[in-house]
Every structure is written in structure tokens, then in C-alpha cells.
């Protein structure tokens, strides 16, 4: 296993440290680092939470600041974070307006945040993200996963609740976006969770995962290495299937790398997807593409539309002040 | 090759046509993608040009735009660009108060460049950037090799440029900061150029490459693997002894990826390398993390240290609008 870590055990202290430490200005650690928080609250204003496994990075810490979260809970990698952490975080960034919890679809993210949410005194709601078309249940997923539309929703539920949106009506959003929303990934090589010490799955040199998940879950089945239009076609069209948008429609498109894809690479997956998306009538008015919701250092990209509509775009729009997106400020 | 893409030959045709669909808004191609324009010009203006081989994206395309560069060139990958490039993008982009060429110090790009310069008509000076401490003389380089201290480089002046500096200002800058600014990096992994299909170094399950540079070429020594602390206490030890920094100095702090470690490492990383600066009394007052100059999908980082006073920090932060880095707009 080749990282750049000190030990297993301290990593995520380590890099929760490192990454408090380079964004100062937007962020700061919750005791015992249980939570990454905004620095400044917005008082009145509706706490949005999320959280999940290390590994994803930038997702989720990287999604706290201005016009984003205002709370991430990182577990260790590919773990849940525990019912305890959440509970601080919602103490912490609640300023009387209640919580709204962003979890994405896994058993065990969703019972923690549960939990959390029967524990918790103040107002809350809970949106669950389960974009992923490629499969209906998974290694550790009852109903589809949640994975990079995550970002999506919690970029737009994000600037509602920085104009004051209510509680009741920031769920109805991100229930709505998360609808909204499809992706599908594909996976060249497997990551190595460091605690294993070895990759997650064994792949073939001339082989790749077609509907993988982001922790190295299968997807819909292995298959030889196929060119970039070829999958492009095959992961738009699932998304396009799954969304059954009309001719004319515009949407958001992210093209997401795992963590061991280069941009250069990325990018080329972006043409090759907004020639499936025009081929269909579909109107890319807004691009997101980049290492966002990630799985370590694994190979491969995820392709994810999002139905837009003057409401949403301008939400996405709206200023944004994170360690990971920014822009209008 | 596990990679994602549809031929060796129009990968990088592909990438930059997605690249400027996805980023229409700040940038436009030239013709034959010869180069990344700044869509909208600023008259009156010296013009900043870069660029080099593709395969270290976001450098140097992703940095074209408001505040940083009016034009870059890539060449195919790990290739220079042509001189006829550099000349049809200087021809784009002059507005009459000259051409900058900022310039990674590697053979190939200087020659280039220069033959560039001198087909130009209009004014022109040349900053090289050679940050890269490893090693003096290198596989494609006479003298230091220019690394990720460039786009620290393309930022301070790209801001100087933006507020009016002239032609001369601008190049005394450049050579000031590049002067300031020091790097060294380490692999784990190879990288693949498309066109060679096979790694272009081996090395064991358990060595690094101390002293890598940006296209796998020999560092100061193959060792075994050690810990992120070790590594950091080396790489920032060696470029504080070249920087000769006084206790005190405030600097600007790059922990930079190569394309194929996480963000999880990274932060790990500068939070180890801001104990060994802190160790020294060295103050990190602004830090920026993530693949900014990468290498294909190599695995490992560098670290990037620049001396900064009131002068190059109030440009390093003044608003910046490109694909890679964006804030204040």
C-alpha cells in the first residue's frame, strides 16, 4: 500500500488537522475534531448538515462555508461517522431555525443519522440523496446509493437556506433536486482503504467496472476496457433513461473523477457527454467537472445530470464560499 | 493503459474541446486549438502567455483568465508547444502593451518559446521559472526545473498585469517571485504518457522517488517508502536550506498533487509540512491544496514554499476568474 500517511489510525485526525489549518478563514473544528464546521453561523437561519465515511474528499468538509453546509461529520474511510458526532455538529451549528440532515443512502449513514435525528431537540428533517441509476441495491445499500448528485443538492438546498428558506421547504427542495438527479460511474482500477492494506477489488488490465459504486462496490457488470464515447453512451443513456427528460430540457452536468483520473482525461469525458446529452436534445447550460466525490485514488469518473429550471439554476448560481467550490465572493 | 479515452492522437483535440465547452463563460480555442484565449480581453493590458506539454492539467489552461493568463499553449502530452502557437496566440492576444511568456524551464519549451519571442512584433520579455530544488541538471532540463512554483508565478503576475503594470514591471516581478519561490516533489507511482502505453519508470512495491519530477524524471534518490512526517521534513528541508528564509518570514504554502493521491493525503501532508515550517518560525499565512500541476495519474505530491510580503500577498489575493482557481468574483 503506498500513501502519504504517518499511521492508519491517525489519518483522518491528521488530515482534518491539515485541512482546518489551510482554510482557517471558512472552517473550524468541532472537540476531538467530531465535526467540521462554518466558522461564522448565520443566525435564523436553517443548519445544514451532512457527513459520511473519509474518502470521498473534497465531499463533505470541503462543502462547509457560505451558501453550502454549515456542518460535515467525517467518519474514517468508507465508515460512518457515529449518532454522537452528528448530535454535537446539530448543537453546534443550530441557531434556533432547526437542522436539515443531507445523508446519502447507506445502511449504515442512514441509521447513524437517524439516530441522530431522534436524539437531536431542535427542528430537523432529513433528505436522503440515491442518485446513483446503477443498480437497485448494493453491498452496503438498501435501494439505490447516494454519490456525486450529493454535491448537487447539497450546492442548491445550500443557497436556499443562506436566503432563508424554511426547514419544511428546504426538504421539499432537496427531495425535489435529489429527483432531479441521476448519475452512474465506472471504475478502471480499484482503491485501497488504508486500514485493509489492500485493494477493495481484484480487475483485470483489460477490464472495467460499468455502474461501480464509490467505495468500490460492483455495479451493473464487469466488461472489457471500451473507449470513452462508448461509456459516455452507456452511462448518459442510463441517466437519460432513468430521468426521462424531454427534448429542450436543460440540466447540470458533472463529470466527477474517482480520485486517479486526470483532468485531461475528465475533460475529454465532458465532450463525450454533452454529445450524448445534445444527441437527445438535452441543453448543458451549467458544467461542474473535477475530482468531487471521490474513492481514494480509484480510477474512473461518474457522469451525473441534474434537471434544471430557472428556480434551480439560480440557486446554483448563488454565491458560494467553501474549501472546494467558489465563486461569486 | 487503463485510460479514459477514444484514440492516442485526438485526446488532446477532445479535452480542450470539452475543457472550452465547459468553461465558454472565462475562455474560448484558438483556431486548431492552438491555444486558450481569455474570451473577453482587456485593452491596453500586457498580455501573459504560457504553456507547455498537456498532462499537468489544470496548468496551464485551467489558469487562463481574469486576473492570471491571457493565453496558454499545450502541447501534445509531456510535449512542447510550437513556436507557431505561441506566435498565433500572441497575435490573439496582444492588445498593444506587449507579451509576457512565462516559461517552465525544460529545453524543449525554452527553445520554443524563444523562437516565438523572437518572431513576435510586438514587445515581449520572458520570465523562466525554475523552482524545482531536487536536482541541478535534468532528463529534459539544463539547470532547475520549473514545477508547480509556476502557477504562484502566473498568479502574483497575473494580478500585477490585471491592475495595469507595465511590461517590465511585470517581468521584474516574475523574476522576483520565481526567485522566492522553491519545490520538491516525491512519486510513489509512475505515470503513463498515452502515447508510450506503458509506465515511464519502474519502481517497487515499496520505493519512492525522492525528488521526482513533474514528468517522472529522476529525483536526488530512489528510497524506501517513509512516513508523510519524514517525507515533508525532507522536502520542505530541502527547500528552506535552498530559500534561506529568516525566522519570522511569512510565506504562501502549495501542497500540491500529482493527479493520483487523494485530498485525504494531501491535507495530511500540509499539515505536516506546517509543523516543520512552524518548527523553523516560519509563518504560513496562505495556503492552497489540491492537483493544481499534476502528472498524468502519478501518484505523490510536492510541496511548494514562497516567501511573501504585503506587496505579492495582496495580489496572490486579489480576485482571480479561472476554470482552476476563482475567488473574490
Redo the contacts between chains.
Sequence with gaps: M??????VDS??A??????A???ADIVSLGVGAAFVRRRTLKHGKVALISGGG??H??LHS?FVGMGMLDAACSGQ?FTSPTPDQMLAAAQAVDTGAGVLFIVKNYSGDMMNFQMAAEMVTCDNATVIVNDDVAVEDSTYTTGRRGVAGTLIVEKIVGAAAERGDNLAALKALGDSVNKATASMGVA??SCTVPAAGKPTFQIG?DE?EMGVGIHGEPGRRRVR?A???D?AAELTGAILKDLSLRSGQEVLLLVNGF??????????????A?KVLAGAGIQ?VR?L?G?FV?S??M???SITVSAADATTLALWDAPVHTAAL????
Tied chains: 1, 2.
Aim: charged share 20%; proline share 5%.
Design positions: 503506498k500513501k502519504l500517511i504517518n499511521d489519518l483522518l491528521e488530515s482534518l488537522d491539515g485541512f489549518a489551510a482554510h473519509a474518502g474528499e473534497p470541503g474511510v478502471l482500477t488490465v472495467m476496457l473507449s470513452a464515447d461509456i480520485g486517479g483520473t486526470p483532468l485531461l482525461e475528465l475533460y475529454l469525458m465532458v465532450n463525450a454533452r448543458v458544467y467537472t475530482p471521490t481514494l485514488e480510477a474512473g469518473c467558489r465563486w461569486g465572493v
